[in-house]
């Protein structure tokens, strides 16, 4: 009998806490009450643009209903702040069938900005060249719509095959455009590879060169501070958040250490470094929501990244709180 109510209480609670995969009617506007910042959907892999006095947010949406556990992800969502207490979370999603040549599977993405267009590199699967695939879409606001830029990928895993053999190593794209304005994409899953990309962003402009970092896993973020690069990445698996810097984004990268703990309740980390109104933020995912939660269904957070006299990062502090102030 115990047994029974027990499996009874089991259902209603997993019931209970399984959001529905809703895509927004219209745009959203809420005030966020602490991490996480979205509660009424699942967001994961977050990436942040700062762009004309906003941030925008482009995450990934988790889909799967529990107690499954695989990745469910057919579109990308946005949100904007100017606040980052203020959210809008916008009627406009990229879904990751707006590429023809794709089977699916909205994994990692970011967004970028160069001459008044903006690139949304994302990772799929490609439908006929088997593995994760990059991408690019291209728009004339932050907000989209977006288009296929080049009807193609970008990066299939049969360009990489030589690192390693896996199918899943092209993945997680993050994209900086460096003083003199070259262009570079970094991406990868067990392995790190960077390339030089034309002025034209839709294009490789010479080798895939392979990153030795350590017990990295996947996720790599590129972001410069007071003339430091720093290539943030996740690491082993569950995943902590490790990170390296250089003087130059050709590096050599000096690893630093752990730069975020194992976040709650997910085996993935994912983070988006970005400063914006004189402060540092850190917008990641955890697994809050959802008690079932795992990898699978996770929770948009931020907060705040401060740095060292010397450049180094200070450890994150994962909060409930999210941003006060
Ligand atoms: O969301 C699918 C995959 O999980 C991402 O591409 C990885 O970074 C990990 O967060």
Known sequence: MNRKLNMILLA???????LPASAAEKDTTFVASGNPIVSYKYLGDPAALVYDGTVYIYAGHDECPPPEQYYLMNEWCILSTTDMKTFTEHAYTLKAKDFKWAKGEAWASQVIERNGKFYWYVTVEHATIPGKSIG????DSPLGPFKDARGSALITNDMTTEYTSIRWDDIDPTVYIDEDGQAYLFWGNTQCYYAKLKENMIELDGPIKPIQLPRFTEAPWIHKHNGWYYLSFASEFPEKICYAMSRSINGPWEYKGILNEIAGNSNTN??????????SYFIYHNGSINPNGCGFRRALCIDRLYYNEDGTIKRIQMTTEGITK
């Open 12 to 18: 209603l609670l997993l019931c209970a806490s399984w």
């Open 136 to 139: 690019v879409a291209v728009a």
């Open 270 to 279: 994912h983070q988006a470094i970005i400063d914006f109104k004189g402060k």
